[in-house]
């Protein structure tokens, strides 16, 4: 029983690391229908966020806290310069804005390289993430992963209060249902476009900031994970965040499962297998909107 | 007031001219139709006019130039519009989608606050369109002809004063073109009123002038009794010349 439970605990870890890392991909291409491969290199940023803030801020806990919001902003705005300046002109071209935010990625990573060195980083975990809790006398949850599950449940919980009852993601959501309308009701799409590219890759840099406390930081982190991110959002259904949410917990309990039983790399394959099996029986995902620009 | 004015309008897709020259005057308080066989630029007009189909010519409305403009800026000058099928936001609630339309004019700082309370102003298009009944239910879910009267509302409190109305009374049942034929009526006292519309009975109760576009080209104009005995009308728009 104790190893199911452990099992299932880090499946639901791995899990919430697969939900932080597909939230911000959840808005940006599963809301706005853009593919955008520098996300993973947004991660990265967030990651080395924390990394510069600890050279400047001692106490780590301090600095991972600070990074939060830093990261958010710094990555935000990356998100914002990417839109403004390449990915707007571009959005009835989904294959060209996949090879041109490739390219802006393979651009940062080697911005990457060239200030931090290629080699990977170490950031120093606070203190009060460094143990871990025990639950039911015997399940031992280390903390770092605890407080990564909470970041993400308070991400999505934060992101579909915006999503549902503020003025902004009303318009968020009607400029994704109906770029023509919303234009004639007065609304200044691009600004909305602006606006949700902010929020989407802010997200991001939150989960770079996660990201530190359980591997390492380096210029190739963003490429590593942002395959997972996207079969996330595709599995869901795009444009659907509880569908995220989900399909990242479940796929997150199959590969610590599977992985108990066999080894890391089987479970991986076993898992893409079932991804595949899965989007043949349900191509559109778990769940469904109509979006523009995604035929 | 001088309500809409368009000169010398040119849409041109791909080399095939949609509208080709047209010069149109529709006075503030008018209720005008636009009719014409399939094809014959009227929605391209309409297009044109709010800034989603590129064009080249000059429209102004109360004197401000429309062409040149990004689309929401001409819906913030009082350019209103609804698109040939019912389009409104499905997945919003009905209130949702008048709040989009009456929300323009908030500033950043509000975008993160939740609503508190319902604002007079999209209260009393609620009534007017008749949906206060149905206001959180999502747009998607009403009947054809309540979401054309949802278009309405949206319009009315986004502060239009020119309507733009493509097809509103298509998929009415009778009654419901009465009423929406009254209430271009009365909109028409403070508010400028332009209508597609393929529906001769409902242009003959309730059109104030009328205006025939054929092949991109504005063919006649005139009240409903001078259009209808125009000759060119009848050969183009009915494709037979009546017999005397």
Same mark, same amino acid.
């Given at each position: 029983?104790?190893?199911?439970? &452990? !099992?299932?605990?880090?499946?639901?870890?791995?899990?919430?690391?697969?939900?932080?890392?597909?939230?911000?991909? %959840?808005?940006?291409? =599963?809301?706005?229908?853009?593919? &955008?491969?520098?996300?993973?290199?947004?991660?990265?940023? =967030?990651?080395?966020?924390?990394?510069?803030?600890? !050279?400047?801020?001692?106490?780590?806990?301090? +600095?991972?806290?600070?990074?939060?919001?830093?990261?958010? *902003?710094?990555? =935000?705005?990356?998100?914002?310069?990417?839109?403004? $300046?390449?990915?707007?002109?571009?959005? *009835? #071209?989904?294959?060209?804005?996949?090879?041109?935010?490739?390219?802006?990625?393979?651009?940062?990573?080697?911005?990457?390289?060239?200030?931090?060195?290629?080699?990977?980083?170490? @950031?120093?975990?606070?203190?009060?993430?460094?143990?871990?809790?025990?639950?039911?006398?015997?399940?031992?949850?280390? %903390?770092?992963?605890?407080?990564?599950?909470?970041?993400?449940?308070?991400?999505?919980?934060?992101?579909?209060?915006? $999503?549902?009852?503020?003025?902004?993601?009303? #318009?968020? #959501?009607?400029?994704?249902? &109906?770029?023509?309308? *919303?234009?004639?009701? =007065?609304?200044?799409?691009?600004?909305?476009?602006?606006? @949700?590219?902010?929020?989407? %890759?802010?997200?991001?840099?939150?989960?770079?900031?996660?990201?530190? $406390?359980?591997?390492?930081?380096?210029? @190739?982190?963003?490429? &590593?994970?942002?395959?997972?991110?996207?079969?996330?959002?595709?599995?869901?259904?795009?444009?659907?965040?509880?569908?995220?949410?989900?399909?990242?917990?479940?796929?997150?309990?199959?590969? %610590?499962?599977?992985?108990?039983?066999?080894?890391?790399?089987?479970? +991986?394959?076993?898992?893409?297998?079932?991804?595949?099996?899965?989007? !043949?029986? #349900?191509?559109?995902?778990?769940?469904? $909107?109509?979006?523009?620009?995604?035929? | 007031?001088?309500g809409l004015s368009v000169r010398d309008l040119r849409v041109?897709f791909?080399?095939f001219v949609a509208v080709g020259g047209v010069d149109l005057d529709v006075p503030?308080g008018d209720v005008r139709f636009i009719i014409g066989p399939n094809g014959a630029g009227k929605t391209t007009l309409i297009d044109a006019v709010?800034?989603?189909?590129?064009?080249?010519?000059?429209?102004?409305?109360?004197?401000?130039?429309?062409?040149?403009?990004?689309?929401?800026?001409?819906?913030?000058?009082?350019?209103?519009?609804t698109f040939q099928t019912?389009?409104?936001?499905?997945?919003?609630?009905?209130?949702?989608?008048?709040?989009?339309?009456?929300?323009?004019?908030?500033?950043?700082?509000?975008?993160?606050?939740?609503?508190?309370?319902?604002?007079?102003?999209?209260?009393?298009?609620?009534?007017?369109?008749?949906?206060?009944?149905?206001?959180?239910?999502?747009?998607?879910?009403?009947?054809?002809g309540?979401?054309q009267?949802?278009?309405?509302?949206?319009?009315?409190?986004?502060?239009?004063?020119?309507f733009l109305l493509d097809e509103p009374v298509a998929g009415m049942s009778h009654d419901e073109r009465d009423a929406t034929g009254e209430l271009l009526g009365?909109?028409s006292?403070?508010?400028t009123v332009v209508v597609i519309e393929h529906d001769m009975d409902f242009l003959r109760r309730f059109a104030r002038t009328v205006t025939v576009m054929h092949a991109g080209k504005i063919l006649s104009e005139g009240t409903v009794a001078q259009v209808q005995a125009d000759p060119k009308v009848q050969e183009v728009y009915l494709g037979h010349p009546v017999e005397a």
């Amino acid at each position: 029983m104790t190893v199911v439970l &452990n !099992q299932l605990f880090t499946g639901i870890s791995i899990g919430a690391v697969l939900l932080l890392i597909a939230l911000g991909l %959840s808005l940006t291409f =599963g809301q706005m229908g853009v593919i &955008n491969m520098a996300h993973g290199e947004f991660i990265m940023a =967030g990651a080395y966020t924390v990394y510069v803030l600890q !050279q400047v801020i001692t106490g780590a806990g301090w +600095s991972l806290l600070i990074a939060l919001p830093v990261a958010f *902003a710094i990555a =935000g705005l990356m998100g914002v310069l990417l839109e403004f $300046l390449l990915i707007r002109r571009l959005y *009835a #071209r989904p294959l060209d804005t996949l090879l041109v935010t490739w390219g802006v990625a393979l651009i940062l990573q080697q911005v990457a390289r060239d200030v931090f060195g290629a080699p990977n980083v170490q @950031t120093r975990a606070p203190e009060f993430l460094t143990g871990s809790v025990t639950l039911f006398g015997d399940l031992v949850i280390s %903390s770092s992963r605890l407080f990564i599950l909470a970041l993400s449940l308070v991400a999505v919980a934060a992101l579909t209060v915006v $999503l549902k009852t503020t003025s902004l993601g009303r #318009r968020i #959501r009607a400029v994704v249902q &109906n770029r023509d309308l *919303a234009a004639v009701s =007065g609304l200044a799409t691009g600004r909305v476009d602006r606006l @949700t590219f902010f929020i989407g %890759s802010g997200l991001a840099g939150i989960a770079g900031v996660a990201l530190t $406390l359980i591997g390492p930081i380096g210029p @190739t982190m963003g490429t &590593n994970i942002i395959v997972n991110a996207f079969l996330v959002v595709v599995v869901g259904g795009i444009g659907q965040l509880k569908g995220t949410v989900i399909v990242a917990f479940v796929l997150g309990i199959l590969q %610590s499962m599977v992985e108990y039983t066999t080894t890391v790399s089987v479970a +991986s394959v076993i898992v893409f297998v079932a991804i595949v099996a899965f989007l !043949q029986w #349900r191509p559109q995902g778990l769940f469904t $909107l109509r979006t523009r620009s995604l035929a | 007031m001088s309500g809409l004015s368009v000169r010398d309008l040119r849409v041109v897709f791909d080399g095939f001219v949609a509208v080709g020259g047209v010069d149109l005057d529709v006075p503030a308080g008018d209720v005008r139709f636009i009719i014409g066989p399939n094809g014959a630029g009227k929605t391209t007009l309409i297009d044109a006019v709010t800034g989603l189909a590129k064009a080249t010519g000059s429209v102004t409305f109360e004197g401000q130039e429309l062409l040149g403009r990004k689309v929401h800026k001409i819906a913030r000058l009082g350019v209103g519009r609804t698109f040939q099928t019912a389009t409104v936001f499905e997945e919003l609630t009905v209130l949702q989608n008048l709040d989009i339309a009456a929300g323009w004019a908030r500033g950043p700082l509000t975008l993160l606050r939740t609503r508190k309370g319902v604002p007079p102003e999209v209260e009393k298009a609620l009534e007017t369109v008749r949906l206060t009944g149905v206001r959180d239910k999502p747009a998607g879910t009403l009947a054809h002809g309540q979401k054309q009267w949802l278009e309405i509302g949206m319009l009315l409190v986004q502060n239009a004063q020119l309507f733009l109305l493509d097809e509103p009374v298509a998929g009415m049942s009778h009654d419901e073109r009465d009423a929406t034929g009254e209430l271009l009526g009365q909109l028409s006292k403070d508010h400028t009123v332009v209508v597609i519309e393929h529906d001769m009975d409902f242009l003959r109760r309730f059109a104030r002038t009328v205006t025939v576009m054929h092949a991109g080209k504005i063919l006649s104009e005139g009240t409903v009794a001078q259009v209808q005995a125009d000759p060119k009308v009848q050969e183009v728009y009915l494709g037979h010349p009546v017999e005397a």
